[in-house]
């Protein structure tokens, strides 16, 4: 099986290497059609002989790329992220959603809330995530009661800071920890540290220690973050609905929700959720995942 990946870079090459490495047997190669000029020539050169183009993003404006998709009737699977469904929606509504692209292919999503908005423009999405995570040790008991986040440093607002300071404001005894962003732009509490950008290994390590996680953002796919963050046994609190979340559809929903949080890590004495660490780390482990992914798309390129 020959597969082209192509869109968002992030989640694209990370794709493309683990299944490489899964299934050797099958070729995948990401190409970067959004910034690369030269992915783009090597992109209509290696599409005749794809099986399938696997697109990271749900496309609903115009493609050159995709454009040859449909000249040369290749299978074509989009991957929605989250952003993406905001724009079908909205061009939806506007009337100026590109259809024949996705009326073409085949839809992945990896939440219950992303199903639900793509239905809302005609489409029939299967459940299916790509996003899988290594085994993360837990520690046994944390040392004190504290809470991290991602903000993006120029998204502030979207990743949920006005959430943060809330927060933090209403909890002035607890510790608040911010990766990605480097400072505020203006006064906030002094109970929130900015690491700005880390590695990956001070993230994780970051993410032990800390017994809970906000993901409070204005819209989302399922964050790998916060898969991760369910793996070490954190209490999560997000903006979107999840069994295993405290659901913040305001900023008073988020401080009783992170009262909630409070209250159950003292009532386990300061030990993580190992039930749902262990659920999280069989559901979403590479084999699991890519198994999983592999069959369904080989099912596509064989219909």
Same mark, same amino acid.
């Given at each position: 099986m020959r597969v082209i990946i192509s869109? %968002?870079?992030?989640?694209g090459k990370d794709l493309s290497q683990k299944l490489s490495t899964a299934y050797p047997e099958s070729s995948f190669v990401f190409l970067n059609t959004y910034y690369s000029k030269w992915d783009q %020539?090597?992109? !209509?050169?290696?599409?005749?002989? =794809? &099986?399938?183009?696997?697109?990271?993003?749900?496309?609903t &404006?115009?493609?050159?790329? #995709?454009?040859?998709?449909?000249?040369?009737? @290749?299978k074509l699977l989009m991957q929605w992220q989250g952003t993406d469904a905001l724009l079908a929606m909205d061009r939806f509504k506007n009337g100026t959603l590109e259809k024949k692209y996705i009326d073409y292919a085949t839809h992945f999503a990896d939440s219950d809330w992303l199903e639900d908005e793509l239905k809302s423009v005609g489409l029939s999405p299967v459940?299916?995530?790509?996003?899988?995570?290594?085994?993360?040790?837990?520690?046994?008991q944390y040392q004190?009661? @504290?809470?991290m986040t991602y903000i993006a440093e120029n998204r502030q607002d979207f990743y949920g800071f006005t959430? !943060?300071?809330? !927060?933090a404001q209403h909890f002035p005894n607890i510790a608040f920890t911010v990766c990605g962003m480097e400072k505020p732009e203006q =006064?906030?509490?002094?109970?929130?540290?900015?690491?700005?950008?880390?590695?990956?290994?001070?993230?994780i390590q970051e993410l032990r220690e800390h017994p809970i996680f906000l993901r409070l953002t204005a819209h989302d796919g399922y964050p790998v973050s916060v898969i991760e963050a369910m793996s070490t046994g954190a209490e999560i609190l997000m903006t979107l609905p999840d069994e295993h979340v405290l659901l913040c559809k305001t900023k008073d929903d988020a401080v009783r929700q992170f009262q909630i949080a409070i209250q159950?890590?003292? &009532?386990?004495? #300061?030990?993580p959720r190992h039930e749902i660490a262990e659920k999280t780390n069989e559901i979403y482990s590479s084999e699991n995942i890519l198994t999983s992914y592999y069959n369904k798309i080989k099912n596509l390129v064989q219909s």
């Open positions: 869109g %968002l870079p992030f989640f %020539l090597r992109f !209509l050169l290696f599409v005749p002989f =794809a &099986d399938l183009v696997i697109s990271m993003n749900g496309v &404006d115009k493609s050159g790329s #995709l454009n040859w998709v449909l000249f040369w009737k @290749k459940r299916q995530t790509f996003k899988c995570i290594e085994s993360i040790d837990r520690i046994e004190q009661i @504290k809470a959430y !943060l300071v809330h !927060l =006064a906030v509490p002094e109970n929130i540290r900015f690491l700005g950008w880390v590695n990956r290994s001070i993230f159950r890590i003292e &009532d386990r004495n #300061l030990a």
